[in-house]
């Protein structure tokens, strides 16, 4: 069954560098997708791509079944949900993992 | 904003009622999604359109119907709800159907059966 693994939790605290680990069963997958989500909004792309890639303080890492987030100088404020997502060049759909809730200690 | 509202922001309902929510984009992208959003289960697929009309079944379609007769709007509708159907809902719009393309979610409907 294609299906995306992230850990439900990850602790952190302010001015850490975090690591979220996303890793998948999907067959013809080749690009990670990282979601932000606070609770009551939209969630928001945060980043995506097949190789590794940098959008301001989130970092992308890539390998062919495994992607990780990276948050540097984490805040308060980025509490929140991370979904980590692939899509089957098969079938186009995207496929979620269920959140990563971050918890960030000041 | 990706241009996507929906349509209640939150619900409260009986178990056996019928129940519509609505997802309008001004994008005029062509494909549409509907997801719910449950703890330890992120966001599963529902049903999803590739047009005015086309529509198939996503992971989680049963007691979900879906219509599209419009480029910006697509309905989901719950024809006799149940408490297992208590979740949040999400609409996302997709420019191309590809594994490449970036999904954009609407800011979701919060429904409760009772």
């Known amino acids: 069954k294609d299906q995306v693994f992230q850990p439900s939790t990850v602790a952190s605290s302010e001015g850490a560098v975090v690591e979220i680990f996303c890793n998948h069963s999907?067959?013809?997958?080749?690009?990670f997708f990282w979601y932000l989500h606070f609770p009551g909004c939209a969630p928001r792309l945060l980043v995506k791509?097949?190789?590794?890639?940098q959008q301001g303080r989130y970092n992308m890492t890539y390998e062919r079944f495994s992607s990780s987030l990276l948050i540097l100088q984490v805040r308060e404020a980025d509490a929140a949900v991370y979904y980590c997502?692939?899509?089957?060049?098969?079938?186009?759909?995207?496929?979620f993992g269920q959140g990563t809730t971050l918890q960030v200690k000041p | 904003d990706a241009g996507i509202t929906q349509s209640p922001r939150h619900k409260v309902t009986e178990t056996g009622t019928p129940v519509t929510l609505r997802c309008h984009q001004t994008e005029n992208h062509r494909y549409m999604y509907w997801y719910r959003q449950d703890p330890g289960h992120g966001l599963r697929l529902i049903h999803y359109?590739?047009?005015?009309?086309?529509?198939d079944k996503g992971e989680v379609s049963d007691g979900y119907s879906v219509s599209r007769s419009k480029t910006e709007d697509f309905l989901l509708t719950l024809e006799s709800a149940t408490s297992s159907q208590t979740s949040v809902y999400f609409c996302?719009?997709?420019?191309?159907?590809?594994?490449?393309?970036?999904?954009?979610f609407g800011p979701g409907t919060r429904l409760t059966v009772l």
């Open positions: 997502c692939t899509g089957s060049s098969n079938t186009g759909k995207l496929i």
């Open positions: 791509g097949s190789k590794p890639s």
């Open positions: 999907v067959s013809n997958a080749y690009n």
């Open positions: 996302a719009i997709q420019m191309d159907s590809s594994s490449t393309d970036t999904q954009y």
């Open positions: 359109s590739y047009g005015v009309k086309d529509t």
